[in-house]
């Protein structure tokens, strides 16, 4: 999907809620009362300029009679609160059975506190106005209930060191951040490896990447780049990626050695 049919979702599911809305005679404020959300909030959804949560257009489609009209555009704005280059990986995580992430740059989305996410958005070049910085965070979190999916997806992941030193949006996010991060790595399906900066080898200096195993047993690589991240499916990139991740893996340090190294950054920061 591309980045205008990605903008023109929003747009497309905001006119047909304020068509149903008018249709109904009922006011912004008296839907946002009914739905928790305010009238400027009800307005920025009508203009397209907000994307509204799953629960949010399934209310909306029952409070204003859309007999399913609204409810059939959910998956579309689920995948458009992404960037249009991480939607297909945004989708495969959802039903993946295996999610195995190498980070070299920043730390994972699935990873990240809210204010942490909102350092990073906030820095991006050229700027995000806040309504887009605001609506990426949410997402961003809204994607952490992959950690309570059932059945439980085996995840690991593999951290630069240099990645945790670096304190994005000063020292209280990255106590957060770190405190957050020994949160998860003590789940029973979730690994987390840290990778030393003093290491002699290494075996993925290409860059961070994702590897993906689904339900029907696909394996699948997303591969990060400036705007032109995408996804192998061909059994030879995927292979590559999986060597390197494999060696990549036994070159960190081991889950237990790494929350304890975390632990360390955690009382130095």
Known sequence: MSEDQATGVPHIFGRQLKRLRTVAGMGRGELGSHTGY??????????????????????????LGGHGVLLEL?????????PAFFQDAAKLEKEAVEWHVYDARVVNGLLQTEDYARAVFTMYR???????IEQRVAARLARQQFFSRKPLPTTSFVIE???LRRRLGGRTVTRGQLEQILLIGQRRHVEIQVMPTDREEH??????????????????AYVEAYKHSRLFTDRGTVRELEEQYGVLR???????ESLAFVEKLLGET
């Open 38 to 63: 305010s009238e400027s909030t009800i307005a920025s959804f009508e203009q397209g300029r907000r994307i509204p949560s799953a629960g949010f257009i399934g209310r909306a489609d029952e409070l």
């Open 74 to 82: 959910v998956e579309e704005m689920e995948r458009a609160q992404y």
């Open 126 to 132: 050229p700027v995000l106005d806040e309504e887009t």
């Open 161 to 163: 060191e240099s990645v």
């Open 203 to 220: 075996a993925a200096l290409t860059g961070p990447f994702t590897l993906i195993e689904t339900k029907e047993g696909r394996r699948i």
């Open 250 to 256: 036994a070159q960190a340090l081991t889950p237990r």
